[in-house]
């Protein structure tokens, strides 16, 4: 079986510009138990089908190529990744894999809602670490801004993550003109008082209804100018791949981290590969194009080495295509038809 790229064979996944692809994102649902306003709308949502979601099998097989083209680190995302009930299967058998010759690192994005009750099984399982999302400390804001009134869920979740030994612990917010721009001193100070680093995202083209608007994202200088009053800001050096820019706060220890997609792209030192929940591979948080692994994985009339190779050229072919940059600052830019809880974090 052809897919028009023949697998080379004993090198890592690299693109036409040298990136090194190192890093695969892993969506494990569509689905997710809140609805904030930036991501998609409370009702109305047409999910996948269960049948088009990929099996921990599957999961576990695409992990296993990926790690030997070289894929050390694998994030599982949502949606909302804890509304599977057999994580903790799929963190052990990727956790389980090595990439030359080392232990891979599976790490969690999450809204942290149900966190606690499962945060031992997971550690047991060989998660290495957790991101957590938070918008705002305010309950009533909470409420307006992902329509379900769980903010102390999500904070009994942080808490059971700080208390456990997955370091390090990172929360994340979406900074947003005129909803939470006057709690970004809170925000650290709830990561700080939790030995978290807490990372402000810029508001990105990537709801389900297309109603992204510049003009209420807050930027990366004006997170800054902010934090800037309460903090002096050093820059950590040595940033590499990672997509944020950290900074210490005073003299330390604790840091802050900016993620400036729109206004000061990294796509030069991109390392990230996504898969979606029902089996695209997509070189791109916002790319136009996906290719299918999935049909490959369900072929019972392929040998397992012939869907290894499959799936192999499936994830060359990606990378081999991916652009310089998501385009995001160009006029022509066209958004995602799916939308963030689709393609994955």
Same mark, same amino acid.
């Given at each position: 079986?052809?897919?028009?790229?023949?697998?080379?064979?004993?090198?890592?996944?690299?693109? @036409?510009?040298?990136? #090194?692809?190192? *890093?695969?994102?892993? $969506? +494990? &649902?569509? /689905?997710?138990? !809140?609805?904030?306003?930036?991501?998609?709308?409370?009702?109305?949502?047409?999910?996948?089908?269960?049948?088009?979601?990929?099996?921990?099998?599957?999961?576990?097989?695409?992990?296993?190529?990926?790690?030997?083209?070289?894929?050390?680190?694998?994030?599982?995302?949502?949606?909302?990744?804890?509304?599977?009930?057999?994580?903790?299967?799929?963190?052990?058998?990727?956790?389980?894999?090595?990439?030359?010759?080392?232990?891979?690192?599976?790490?969690?994005?999450?809204?942290?809602?149900?966190?606690?009750?499962?945060?031992?099984?997971?550690?047991?399982?060989?998660?290495?670490?957790?991101?957590? @999302?938070?918008?705002? #400390?305010?309950? *009533?804001?909470?409420? $307006? +801004? &992902?329509? /379900?009134?769980? !903010?102390?869920?999500?904070?009994?979740?942080?808490?059971?993550?700080?208390?456990?030994?997955?370091?390090?612990?990172?929360?994340?917010?979406?900074?947003?003109?005129?909803?939470?721009?006057?709690?970004?001193?809170?925000?650290?100070?709830?990561?700080?008082?939790?030995?978290?680093?807490?990372?402000?995202?810029?508001?990105?083209?990537?709801?389900?209804?297309?109603?992204?608007?510049?003009?209420?994202?807050?930027?990366?200088?004006?997170?800054?100018?902010?934090?800037?009053?309460?903090?002096?800001?050093a820059p950590v050096p040595g940033r590499g791949d990672a997509p944020a820019e950290r900074f210490v706060l005073d003299t330390g220890?604790?840091?802050?981290?900016?993620?400036? $997609?729109? &206004?000061?792209?990294?796509?030069?030192?991109?390392?990230?590969?996504?898969?979606?929940?029902?089996?695209?591979?997509?070189?791109?948080?916002?790319?136009?194009?996906?290719?299918?692994?999935?049909?490959?994985?369900?072929?019972?009339?392929?040998?397992?080495?012939?869907?290894?190779?499959?799936?192999?050229?499936?994830?060359?072919?990606?990378?081999?295509?991916?652009?310089?940059?998501?385009?995001?600052?160009?006029?022509?830019?066209?958004?995602?038809?799916?939308?963030?809880?689709?393609?994955?974090?």
């Amino acid at each position: 079986m052809s897919l028009g790229v023949e697998p080379t064979s004993g090198t890592g996944l690299v693109d @036409s510009f040298g990136r #090194v692809h190192t *890093d695969l994102r892993i $969506s +494990l &649902t569509d /689905r997710c138990s !809140l609805r904030c306003t930036y991501c998609m709308p409370e009702q109305g949502n047409v999910w996948l089908t269960r049948s088009s979601i990929m099996s921990a099998d599957e999961i576990a097989h695409v992990a296993r190529v990926a790690a030997d083209l070289g894929v050390t680190s694998f994030r599982l995302t949502g949606g909302e990744p804890l509304l599977r009930v057999d994580l903790a299967e799929i963190v052990s058998r990727v956790a389980a894999l090595r990439s030359g010759g080392a232990p891979v690192e599976v790490t969690l994005t999450t809204n942290g809602i149900g966190l606690a009750s499962r945060i031992d099984e997971l550690v047991a399982a060989g998660l290495s670490r957790v991101n957590i @999302s938070i918008d705002t #400390v305010r309950a *009533d804001r909470f409420l $307006s +801004l &992902t329509k /379900r009134d769980r !903010l102390a869920d999500v904070l009994e979740g942080i808490g059971a993550a700080a208390a456990s030994s997955l370091r390090p612990l990172k929360l994340n917010a979406v900074a947003m003109r005129g909803v939470n721009d006057d709690e970004l001193v809170d925000l650290v100070e709830l990561a700080v008082a939790h030995d978290a680093e807490m990372r402000f995202i810029e508001q990105m083209p990537l709801d389900a209804g297309h109603q992204w608007d510049r003009s209420t994202m807050l930027t990366r200088d004006e997170i800054l100018a902010v934090l800037g009053e309460r903090w002096s800001l050093a820059p950590v050096p040595g940033r590499g791949d990672a997509p944020a820019e950290r900074f210490v706060l005073d003299t330390g220890p604790h840091t802050v981290g900016v993620i400036a $997609s729109v &206004t000061a792209p990294f796509c030069s030192a991109c390392n990230r590969l996504r898969l979606t929940a029902d089996g695209q591979v997509r070189s791109c948080l916002f790319a136009t194009d996906e290719l299918d692994l999935l049909q490959s994985l369900r072929d019972e009339t392929l040998p397992e080495a012939d869907r290894d190779v499959a799936v192999e050229t499936v994830l060359r072919r990606s990378v081999g295509a991916k652009l310089a940059g998501h385009a995001i600052n160009d006029p022509l830019f066209l958004q995602p038809v799916r939308g963030m809880n689709a393609i994955g974090g």
